[in-house]
Each structure stands twice: as structure tokens, then as C-alpha cells.
């Protein structure tokens, strides 16, 4: 079937024709022309797909009649060009492909019908920790012990890489996903044969980390999205959502001599979750853009689910054909960039799209900045941050009352041995100084400024402290080049900052232990120690579960405060420490100038770096060279194994089956919460404890503590993960007084962890709900925060408000979420002891009504309004099969 909306036209490229779907010839009446960038490129994927029942022309026109002022519930069906996803992820995923395989053969059909359909890349970047540091071995030991830990995961993989079609796995130790992504895998114009032409067309994809949206800096359309909706995209699905709002942030003026993009991007993060852009598109646009390098824009959109977006997409300009020239892509496909997008009226950074709203920022008004304790949106002036740490002490109970009543904050300390000498460990101590994560560790002008830094430090005399953890994990194999070229590699070196790894460490909590007399003082003295790190991501309890407060700032900051010791300090009026000749030395002694990082910048980092480092990305590593595979369509579950196990998502699959949800009679209340729970708190993240249910299960297996791993490496096993669901040390359920995975069972009032209360309920047939309060669900993209509620008996989540991908995920999975019409648990004063009843409003519909009653503190009956959140008819037909993967399946098996 053709639509009058598919108008083909020619391009040619070195010789070459290319067809594409031309934008411009449609636009009879100029309104696409004044669309935002990213409602086009999605625009361009619905007409390519027309296929008058997934993609209806009404579809189009729903899009090309985009209104910035009206918010509408259209439904948009955009096919991805592509999926990506990291291990921690991208393993479950492979998992749940292996289980439908299995299920299909079990049905008499072929296996190999569940196959990817579009192009899929698993980067190998989550499992490395930092065990080892401080040392020119602490790299080769680390990857060592990483693939100690996860042989049996990596194999799984290389069977994945020969049993589907459509699936590239990169290897351990090449990079970070998201770096990878923009130095290597993003293409911004695809091509494919089809018909017999060669068709060009917008690169676009959905990845199984939040922070996918760092492509966004390469003017490529991509978002974050669950484990469970990318397994879908791959099997063809279309991404469904809502028509969204677009922000135009208007970029002006010029960054300050010594602010750095991380400082911007900590700026625009407050400044937009204030605004509240949740689950809107952000696009940048203004005579600002053009002063900030692409590696500075890929930092803000890499930040992009800190401040609630979707998306945060920049122009394709010059800027961008620069990079992917240095980067090392070929002069053809720069060529065929530069004249697709100019073909379809989207090259350059002048704006003349209409947004739904237009926030303004000066780039001359960012100041140096960190963020913290906390969250990423608690963003302080560099100078107040000793006020920021204070405060946090004051909240959480640590002061006293002098005489006058005014309260005073205590800092406690305590004796303790590090490296054979006696030390004094004070809250407020700096343990943890890592330069991680994508954010910043693929962007030239902060790692060679962290290196400049460094160098200054050494020069003068400066040390680290000895209580601190350094740490230095790069985005790609090509820092690392440059860093050594230009001889700053060895500066870090001496302050302790040695290549750890490639790949995302501290900043997903694989910081990796602290040294042991550090660990004993913080716990037996309740300190309160500080990590700092140039990552995006500081919640409760995810660098290290003995850290309390945790801040980001950029890689220089992070030196910095390594070599302070202490984050209880005014960097600009107070010295980082003593040089040799007995000087004092303050940060603005050795801050490089903008001129000294752009010398070096241009002295030692060039194309082939690039070109050399992507040539052949299996010889890196010789251990996944060697590692020897299994092969086959259907894999060999392994009934002993503690990593990989067959999930049991598909056991009760019924293709006839449709889940019509009319009454959750008599449930009990698991969890009652308040505000900002994060996935973090739900999904199991971080180490492994050996008391936990998830600790005591391993052992019960013959896995001993040493050997535990992290929750992030055994995605792959439901039985550990579920048992981790809800277990965070930091996660506060209101049902029980105490931090932690607890929570009561009732009648009886029995405290007890999560999961055993959970699994007693279900032998007593008792449905579950969880409560919780705004922004349920905020932070990183994790399918187990919804896989694991479903294993535990949990028929519903009722929140005041959710995060994007989680209510998602939900759905996905089956699990119903439900949202406060008024009030919330509290307000409502809700008896948590007494179970409630939900009644939906029939036949299931996007947005329909529900009614929850409950019993208040005061022993009286009530009833409250709920809207149920299946926001779409795609969402609810997904619902009533039983989750996403449930309805690929039907579909497939159909």
C-alpha cells in the first residue's frame, strides 16, 4: 500500500544515486517546514513505514498538524532505525529472546522466527569495577577480574552474536556505550537496499540506557527506553507515545574563560527541572550553539534524563561534519550527510520552527558548579559547597543545640590504619574521586583540563590524600591515546589516577570496595564521607552503599578534590595544600587556561586515532578472543547456573488469552513511599549483600560473598534479581521505622524483608500493591524495576505521578499503574494495615477511571479517584496480552 505522503526523490553522492522520502515536496502549505527538527525526523519514519495499518496516513497528518499551543493524545507509531543497549541491560533482553525461542519450539514452530529486524549493538561496558586502583596494573587487573565474574554472562553473549541475525556485539574494554555510539555507531543518514534503490533516511534509535540521548548531540533522534520496549523495537514494534511537547531552549552568548561544559550542563539541568520538562522534547537552538564543540553539546543531551526530557536534540551544522571527519567516517558519508539534510531542510543551526514553549539561557552566566548530595538537579555554586555539605549533615540529624538553641553541625571523625599509618577519617572526607562516566569522560577539553591540572599539582608538590580512591575510567580507547601523546597521562599517574578500565564504573556504583580500614571507621562511627565524580548520576547509595553524600562536577574538579581530601572547603579562597617551597597553593594556581587545553587538543588528537582505534574491536581484549561459545538456535540453560537462567515470563503464555483487570479485591499494601523514589531504590543495583535475600539465596547455591558480583551482572537471573527488588539500603518504606528492603506482612504486623513478605502473600493468594508519591520511577531506564514487582505478586502501582520510562516499563510487563486523582497515601491518610480494593472502570481504555477504596487511620471507610495510566490503545492492547514481550509473541506465533 503507497500513500500520497511517500514522494520519492534522488540524490547522488560520488557517483552513487540515493532515493529518499522528501519532506520538502509535501509541504505544499510551508507547515512542515516550521516543525521542530526532531517532529520531522520522526515525521520522515512514518512515511517511510506507511503501511495503512501499523502507520495510517491519519498518523501523518496528526504529525504535520503539530500544534506547539495544544497539547494532543494522538498516538505516533515511530519505527526505529536501530537499537542499542549496554550488558547490564542488553543480557536480560538476550534472555528473554532465548525463553521466546524456547516457547516457540515448544509450540512446533521455527525458533528462528524470533530474530531481530533491525540492526541491534550490545556494548560490553557495565561490568567492569573498579577493584584495583592507584597503580599501572590496576587496568589489566581489573579486566582480569572481570572476566573472572562474568565468563558465563560474556559466552551467553557470543552465542547471541551467532544465533541472531541483526546482532553486533562489541567487546569488553573498547569503551563506554554512549561514546561508542557518537565517535563510532551513529551514522545521522542511514541507507538499506529496498526495492532495488538504494534509500537514505534519518538514523534513529531507542536504547536500553537512559542516557542514549547523548546521540541527541549529534543531531540523531534517540531516547532512552526500557530493556522490555527495546526487546520489542528489535522484533519491529513501532515506539509508541504520545504527540510530545517540544521546549526550544534558546542557547546565547558564550561560555566564561575556566567554566566548563560540565558546569553548563549542571546549570541547564536545575534550570529545566524546574521548569519541568518531563517527558517533553527538548530542542536547542540560537547563535550560542555554534560556540559549543560537539563533544560540549553531547554533554547536554547526555544529561537529559537528570532533567526529565525525552530528548535534548541539537541542529546538524558544520560543527557536526567536523567531528564526524575527525572521528575517522568516510568523506562519502559526510558528503551524503551534508546533502541529505539540506535536501530535507535540516542543516544549520538557524531556527525557524515553532516550540511549545522557549526557555532562554546565557552561556556568559554559568558559573563553576557541582551538584549534590543528592540528586543531579541539586546544583550549588563551586564556592558554597562546604555550605551545600552542612546542610545535608544538619538534615539528616547530625548536630547538637548550644546554648541559645541555635543548631550547630558536629562534624565526628575517628582513628583508623590506611596503608599501615594512622589516620583521622572525618565526616565531610573526600574517599572517593573518580573521573567516570559518559558524561565527561569523552569530551577532550575536560579530560586534557583534568590532565593539565594534574600536571600543575605535581609541578608544585601537591599529593592526594592518602584516604582518597582514585580512579580514572575514559569513554573510549582514543582518550587514552591523546592523554599519553601529550605526555599528561603520567601527571594523573602520580595522583594516583591509572587507567581503571573502559567502561561505565563509579558512576552505577561499580566503584568497587574502599579500603578495609576506611569502611570499618565509616560504619562503626556513622560517618558521613563524600564521593566526588564527573558522572551523572549521585542518588542514594548508588556510588557505594557506605557513602552517604556524592557530588558531580568535572574532571579537573574532581583532581582537585582529590587533592584537598575534604569537601568541607571554599576552592576559591582556601589552599588545596602546600607546594614544596612551603607556598600556599589555591585552585586558580593550577586551573589551565582555555589557550593551554586547546594547544594540547590540537597537538595530540587526530582522525587516525579514531580510524586505528575502530579498525578491529575484537583484538582488544585477547580473554573474549578465546572465550569459546556454544552454538546453536536454541540455547543450553545451564539449571546450576547463578547468572544466566531461564525466565519464566513466557510459561503461562496463552495467544488467545486477553486480561480484562475489572477488581484488585482485598489487596495488601508491599511498600508505601513517599516522593522521587528512584529506580535505583526499586531495581536491584550495586552490590550484593550477604544477608540480603538475594545474598543468602547465592550462598544457598555455593557462590561465596567474595564471588557475589553485583546485582547489574546477574540481570540475566530472575531468581537473584527479584529477591533484590525493593532492597536498597536507602529505600524508605513507611511501613516499618527503619531504612532498607523491609516491610511488614499482615494481619500478623510481622516485620520482614520485601521479598519474604512478598512471597508469603503470594502463598496466601493475597494481590500486592505499592504506593509512592511524585516522580515514582525517576532515573535510570531498568526493566527489572518493573520485572521484578511483577515476580513478586504486585498487581498495581498507585502513585501521585510517574517518570516516563517506568510507567512504561509497567505496562510493559503487565503491571497496572494507577495515579491519584487527588491527594496521595499520606494526605489520604491511608491504614496501611488494612488491605484495599481497586475497581476499574470497563472495558479497559487509555486513560479510563478507576476507584480505590480503603480504610484511614481513623478506622473509616473512604473511596478515591484513580486514572488508570495506560496512556495509549497500543499500551492497553499490550496490558491485556500480558505485557509487551506477550504481544510480540502472539504476534509472531500468529
Request: hydrophobic share 35%; proline share 4%.
Given at each position: 500500500?503507497?500513500?500520497?505522503?511517500?514522494?520519492?526523490?534522488?540524490?547522488?553522492?560520488?557517483?552513487?544515486?540515493?532515493?529518499?522520502?522528501?519532506?520538502?515536496?509535501?509541504?505544499?502549505?510551508?507547515?512542515?517546514?516550521?516543525?521542530?527538527?526532531?517532529?520531522?525526523?520522526?515525521?520522515?519514519?512514518?512515511?517511510?513505514?506507511?503501511?495503512?495499518?501499523?502507520?495510517?496516513?491519519?498518523?501523518?497528518?496528526?504529525?504535520?498538524?503539530?500544534?506547539?499551543?495544544?497539547?494532543?493524545?494522538?498516538?505516533?507509531?515511530?519505527?526505529?532505525?536501530?537499537?542499542?543497549?549496554?550488558?547490564?541491560?542488553?543480557?536480560?533482553?538476550?534472555?528473554?529472546?532465548?525463553?521466546?525461542?524456547?516457547?516457540?519450539?515448544?509450540?512446533?514452530?521455527?525458533?528462528?522466527?524470533?530474530?531481530?529486524?533491525?540492526?541491534?549493538?550490545l556494548v560490553i561496558d557495565h561490568s567492569v569495577q573498579v577493584d584495583f586502583f592507584g597503580t599501572?596494573?590496576?587496568?589489566?587487573?581489573?579486566?582480569?577480574?572481570?572476566?573472572?565474574?562474568?565468563?558465563?554472562?560474556?559466552?551467553?553473549?557470543?552465542?547471541?552474536?551467532?544465533?541472531?541475525?541483526?546482532?553486533?556485539?562489541?567487546?569488553?574494554?573498547?569503551?563506554?556505550?554512549?561514546?561508542?555510539?557518537?565517535?563510532?555507531?551513529?551514522?545521522?543518514?542511514?541507507?538499506?537496499?529496498?526495492?532495488?534503490?538504494?534509500?537514505?533516511?534519518?538514523?534513529?534509535?531507542?536504547?536500553?540506557?537512559?542516557?542514549?540521548?547523548?546521540?541527541?548531540?549529534?543531531?540523531?533522534?534517540?531516547?532512552?527506553?526500557?530493556?522490555?520496549?527495546?526487546?520489542?523495537?528489535?522484533?519491529?514494534?513501532?515506539?509508541?507515545?504520545?504527540?510530545?511537547?517540544?521546549?526550544?531552549?534558546?542557547?546565547?552568548?558564550?561560555?566564561?574563560?575556566?567554566?566548563?561544559?560540565?558546569?553548563?550542563?549542571?546549570?541547564?539541568?536545575?534550570?529545566?527541572?524546574?521548569?519541568?520538562?518531563?517527558?517533553?522534547?527538548?530542542?536547542?537552538?540560537?547563535?550560542?550553539?555554534?560556540?559549543?564543540?560537539?563533544?560540549?553539546?553531547?554533554?547536554?543531551?547526555?544529561?537529559?534524563?537528570?532533567?526529565?526530557?525525552?530528548?535534548?536534540?541539537?541542529?546538524?551544522?558544520?560543527?557536526?561534519?567536523?567531528?564526524?571527519?575527525?572521528?575517522?567516517?568516510?568523506?562519502?558519508?559526510?558528503?551524503?550527510?551534508?546533502?541529505?539534510?539540506?535536501?530535507?531542510?535540516?542543516?544549520?543551526?538557524?531556527?525557524?520552527?515553532?516550540?511549545?514553549?522557549?526557555?532562554?539561557?546565557?552561556?556568559?552566566?554559568?558559573?563553576?558548579?557541582?551538584?549534590?548530595?543528592?540528586?543531579?538537579?541539586?546544583?550549588?555554586?563551586?564556592?558554597?559547597?562546604?555550605?551545600?555539605?552542612?546542610?545535608?549533615?544538619?538534615?539528616?540529624?547530625?548536630?547538637?543545640?548550644?546554648?541559645?538553641?541555635?543548631?550547630?553541625?558536629?562534624?565526628?571523625?575517628?582513628?583508623?590504619?590506611?596503608?599501615?599509618?594512622?589516620?583521622?577519617?572525618?565526616?565531610?572526607?573526600?574517599?572517593?574521586?573518580?573521573?567516570?562516566?559518559?558524561?565527561?569522560?569523552?569530551?577532550?577539553?575536560?579530560?586534557?583540563?583534568?590532565?593539565?591540572?594534574?600536571?600543575?599539582?605535581?609541578?608544585?608538590?601537591?599529593?592526594?590524600?592518602?584516604?582518597?580512591?582514585?580512579?580514572?575510567?575514559p569513554g573510549s580507547r582514543v582518550v587514552t591515546e591523546y592523554l599519553e601523546k601529550s605526555g599528561?597521562?603520567?601527571?594523573?599517574?602520580?595522583?594516583?589516577?591509572?587507567?581503571?578500565?573502559?567502561?561505565?564504573?563509579?558512576?552505577?556504583?561499580?566503584?568497587?570496595?574502599?579500603?578495609?580500614?576506611?569502611?570499618?571507621?565509616?560504619?562503626?562511627?556513622?560517618?558521613?564521607?563524600?564521593?566526588?565524580?564527573?558522572?551523572?548520576?549521585?542518588?542514594?547509595?548508588?556510588?557505594?552503599?557506605?557513602?552517604?553524600?556524592?557530588?558531580?562536577?568535572?574532571?579537573?574538579?574532581?583532581?582537585?578534590?582529590?587533592?584537598?581530601?575534604?569537601?568541607?572547603?571554599?576552592?576559591?579562597?582556601?589552599?588545596?595544600?602546600?607546594?614544596?617551597?612551603?607556598?600556599?597553593?589555591?585552585?586558580?594556581?593550577?586551573?589551565?587556561?582555555?589557550?593551554?587545553?586547546?594547544?594540547?587538543?590540537?597537538?595530540?588528537?587526530?582522525?587516525?586515532?579514531?580510524?586505528?582505534?575502530?579498525?578491529?574491536?575484537?583484538?582488544?581484549?585477547?580473554?573474549?578472543?578465546?572465550?569459546?561459545?556454544?552454538?546453536?538456535?536454541?540455547?543450553?540453560?545451564?539449571?546450576?547456573?547463578?547468572?544466566?537462567?531461564?525466565?519464566?515470563?513466557?510459561?503461562?503464555?496463552?495467544?488467545?488469552?486477553?486480561?480484562?483487570?475489572?477488581?484488585?479485591?482485598?489487596?495488601?499494601?508491599?511498600?508505601?513511599?513517599?516522593?522521587?523514589?528512584?529506580?535505583?531504590?526499586?531495581?536491584?543495583?550495586?552490590?550484593?549483600?550477604?544477608?540480603?535475600?538475594?545474598?543468602?539465596?547465592?550462598?544457598?547455591?555455593?557462590?561465596?560473598?567474595?564471588?557475589?558480583?553485583?546485582?547489574?551482572?546477574?540481570?540475566?537471573?530472575?531468581?537473584?534479581?527479584?529477591?533484590?527488588?525493593?532492597?536498597?539500603?536507602?529505600?524508605?518504606?513507611?511501613?516499618?521505622?527503619?531504612?532498607?528492603?523491609?516491610?511488614?506482612?499482615?494481619?500478623?504486623?510481622?516485620?520482614?524483608?520485601?521479598?519474604?513478605?512478598?512471597?508469603?502473600?503470594?502463598?496466601?493468594?493475597?494481590?500486592?500493591?505499592?504506593?509512592?508519591?511524585?516522580?515514582?520511577?525517576?532515573?535510570?531506564?531498568?526493566?527489572?524495576?518493573?520485572?521484578?514487582?511483577?515476580?513478586?505478586?504486585?498487581?498495581?502501582?498507585?502513585?501521585?505521578?510517574?517518570?516516563?520510562?517506568?510507567?512504561?516499563?509497567?505496562?510493559?510487563?503487565?503491571?497496572?499503574?494507577?495515579?491519584?486523582?487527588?491527594?496521595?497515601?499520606?494526605?489520604?491518610?491511608?491504614?496501611?494495615?488494612?488491605?484495599?480494593?481497586?475497581?476499574?472502570?470497563?472495558?479497559?481504555?487509555?486513560?479510563?477511571?478507576?476507584?480505590?477504596?480503603?480504610?484511614?487511620?481513623?478506622?473509616?471507610?473512604?473511596?478515591?479517584?484513580?486514572?488508570?495510566?495506560?496512556?495509549?490503545?497500543?499500551?492497553?492492547?499490550?496490558?491485556?496480552?500480558?505485557?509487551?514481550?506477550?504481544?510480540?509473541?502472539?504476534?509472531?506465533?500468529?
Amino acid at each position: 500500500m503507497e500513500s500520497k505522503y511517500q514522494v520519492l526523490r534522488k540524490l547522488r553522492v560520488k557517483n552513487k544515486d540515493f532515493s529518499y522520502y522528501s519532506l520538502k515536496e509535501i509541504d505544499k502549505d510551508n507547515k512542515i517546514s516550521k516543525l521542530p527538527i526532531s517532529i520531522r525526523v520522526i515525521l520522515e519514519s512514518l512515511i517511510r513505514n506507511f503501511d495503512g495499518k501499523t502507520v495510517r496516513e491519519e498518523d501523518i497528518e496528526n504529525l504535520i498538524n503539530w500544534n506547539p499551543k495544544k497539547s494532543s493524545d494522538s498516538e505516533i507509531p515511530f519505527t526505529v532505525s536501530r537499537v542499542l543497549m549496554q550488558d547490564f541491560t542488553g543480557v536480560p533482553a538476550v534472555v528473554d529472546l532465548a525463553a521466546m525461542r524456547d516457547k516457540v519450539r515448544d509450540m512446533k514452530k521455527n525458533p528462528e522466527i524470533i530474530n531481530p529486524l533491525v540492526p541491534v549493538d550490545l556494548v560490553i561496558d557495565h561490568s567492569v569495577q573498579v577493584d584495583f586502583f592507584g597503580t599501572a596494573e590496576s587496568f589489566q587487573e581489573n579486566q582480569d577480574k572481570e572476566f573472572e565474574r562474568n565468563s558465563e554472562r560474556y559466552r551467553f553473549l557470543k552465542w547471541a552474536q551467532k544465533a541472531f541475525k541483526n546482532m553486533r556485539i562489541v567487546p569488553p574494554s573498547v569503551g563506554i556505550v554512549h561514546q561508542v555510539n557518537l565517535e563510532y555507531l551513529g551514522q545521522i543518514v542511514m541507507t538499506k537496499q529496498e526495492g532495488g534503490k538504494n534509500i537514505a533516511y534519518f538514523d534513529s534509535l531507542v536504547g536500553t540506557d537512559s542516557h542514549t540521548t547523548m546521540i541527541n548531540g549529534l543531531g540523531i533522534v534517540g531516547w532512552g527506553v526500557g530493556g522490555i520496549e527495546a526487546e520489542a523495537a528489535m522484533l519491529g514494534q513501532p515506539v509508541t507515545f504520545k504527540t510530545p511537547e517540544v521546549v526550544g531552549v534558546n542557547l546565547t552568548g558564550k561560555l566564561k574563560s575556566g567554566v566548563t561544559a560540565t558546569d553548563l550542563v549542571l546549570t541547564l539541568t536545575e534550570l529545566l527541572r524546574k521548569h519541568d520538562v518531563v517527558g517533553k522534547f527538548v530542542e536547542f537552538f540560537g547563535n550560542g550553539i555554534s560556540s559549543l564543540a560537539l563533544p560540549d553539546r553531547a554533554t547536554l543531551s547526555n544529561m537529559c534524563p537528570e532533567y526529565g526530557a525525552t530528548m535534548a536534540l541539537f541542529p546538524v551544522d558544520n560543527e557536526t561534519l567536523n567531528y564526524l571527519r575527525i572521528t575517522g567516517r568516510s568523506e562519502e558519508h559526510i558528503e551524503l550527510v551534508e546533502k541529505y539534510l539540506k535536501e530535507q531542510g535540516l542543516f544549520g543551526v538557524e531556527a525557524a520552527a515553532s516550540f511549545s514553549e522557549v526557555i532562554d539561557l546565557n552561556l556568559s552566566n554559568v558559573k563553576p558548579s557541582v551538584s549534590g548530595p543528592k540528586l543531579p538537579q541539586q546544583r550549588v555554586d563551586l564556592e558554597n559547597i562546604g555550605n551545600s555539605f552542612m546542610k545535608f549533615m544538619e538534615e539528616s540529624g547530625e548536630q547538637s543545640e548550644t546554648g541559645n538553641r541555635q543548631k550547630q553541625v558536629l562534624l565526628k571523625s575517628a582513628e583508623t590504619i590506611i596503608h599501615g599509618k594512622r589516620e583521622t577519617l572525618m565526616d565531610g572526607d573526600v574517599v572517593i574521586a573518580a573521573i567516570t562516566s559518559c558524561t565527561n569522560t569523552s569530551n577532550p577539553r575536560v579530560m586534557v583540563g583534568a590532565g593539565l591540572l594534574a600536571k600543575k599539582a605535581v609541578e608544585l608538590g601537591l599529593k592526594v590524600n592518602p584516604k582518597v580512591k582514585t580512579s580514572l575510567a575514559p569513554g573510549s580507547r582514543v582518550v587514552t591515546e591523546y592523554l599519553e601523546k601529550s605526555g599528561l597521562q603520567d601527571y594523573l599517574n602520580k595522583l594516583g589516577f591509572y587507567l581503571a578500565g573502559y567502561g561505565c564504573t563509579t558512576c552505577i556504583g561499580n566503584s568497587g570496595p574502599l579500603d578495609e580500614g576506611i569502611e570499618k571507621a565509616i560504619l562503626e562511627n556513622k560517618l558521613n564521607t563524600v564521593a566526588v565524580l564527573s558522572g551523572n548520576r549521585n542518588f542514594e547509595a548508588r556510588i557505594h552503599r557506605d557513602v552517604r553524600a556524592n557530588y558531580l562536577m568535572s574532571p579537573p574538579l574532581v583532581v582537585a578534590f582529590a587533592l584537598a581530601g575534604k569537601i568541607t572547603i571554599d576552592l576559591n579562597n582556601e589552599p588545596l595544600g602546600m607546594s614544596t617551597s612551603g607556598k600556599k597553593v589555591y585552585l586558580k594556581d593550577i586551573w589551565p587556561s582555555e589557550d593551554e587545553i586547546s594547544a594540547v587538543i590540537n597537538r595530540s588528537l587526530d582522525r587516525n586515532m579514531f580510524i586505528e582505534k575502530y579498525s578491529n574491536l575484537d583484538v582488544y581484549n585477547k580473554k573474549w578472543e578465546s572465550l569459546e561459545a556454544p552454538e546453536g538456535e536454541i540455547y543450553d540453560w545451564d539449571s546450576k547456573s547463578t547468572y544466566i537462567r531461564r525466565v519464566p515470563f513466557f510459561d503461562t503464555f496463552n495467544p488467545k488469552q486477553v486480561i480484562e483487570v475489572k477488581q484488585i479485591k482485598d489487596a495488601r499494601p508491599l511498600l508505601v513511599m513517599g516522593d522521587s523514589v528512584t529506580t535505583d531504590h526499586i531495581s536491584p543495583a550495586g552490590a550484593i549483600g550477604k544477608d540480603s535475600p538475594a545474598g543468602k539465596y547465592l550462598i544457598a547455591n555455593g557462590i561465596e560473598p567474595k564471588d557475589f558480583n553485583s546485582y547489574g551482572s546477574r540481570r540475566g537471573n530472575h531468581e537473584v534479581m527479584m529477591r533484590g527488588t525493593f532492597a536498597n539500603n536507602r529505600i524508605r518504606n513507611l511501613m516499618v521505622e527503619k531504612e532498607g528492603g523491609f516491610t511488614r506482612h499482615y494481619p500478623d504486623g510481622k516485620e520482614t524483608t520485601v521479598y519474604d513478605g512478598a512471597v508469603q502473600y503470594m502463598k496466601e493468594n493475597v494481590p500486592m500493591v505499592v504506593f509512592a508519591g511524585i516522580e515514582y520511577g525517576t532515573g535510570s531506564s531498568r526493566d527489572w524495576a518493573a520485572k521484578g514487582p511483577l515476580l513478586l505478586g504486585v498487581k498495581a502501582v498507585v502513585a501521585k505521578s510517574y517518570e516516563r520510562i517506568h510507567r512504561s516499563n509497567l505496562v510493559g510487563m503487565g503491571v497496572l499503574p494507577l495515579e491519584f486523582n487527588e491527594g496521595d497515601a499520606k494526605s489520604l491518610d491511608i491504614d496501611h494495615t488494612k488491605p484495599v480494593t481497586i475497581n476499574v472502570e470497563g472495558p479497559m481504555k487509555p486513560m479510563g477511571k478507576a476507584e480505590m477504596e480503603f480504610t484511614d487511620r481513623a478506622g473509616k471507610k473512604s473511596k478515591t479517584g484513580l486514572t488508570v495510566r495506560l496512556d495509549t490503545p497500543v499500551e492497553v492492547e499490550y496490558f491485556q496480552s500480558g505485557g509487551i514481550l506477550n504481544f510480540v509473541l502472539k504476534r509472531f506465533v500468529s
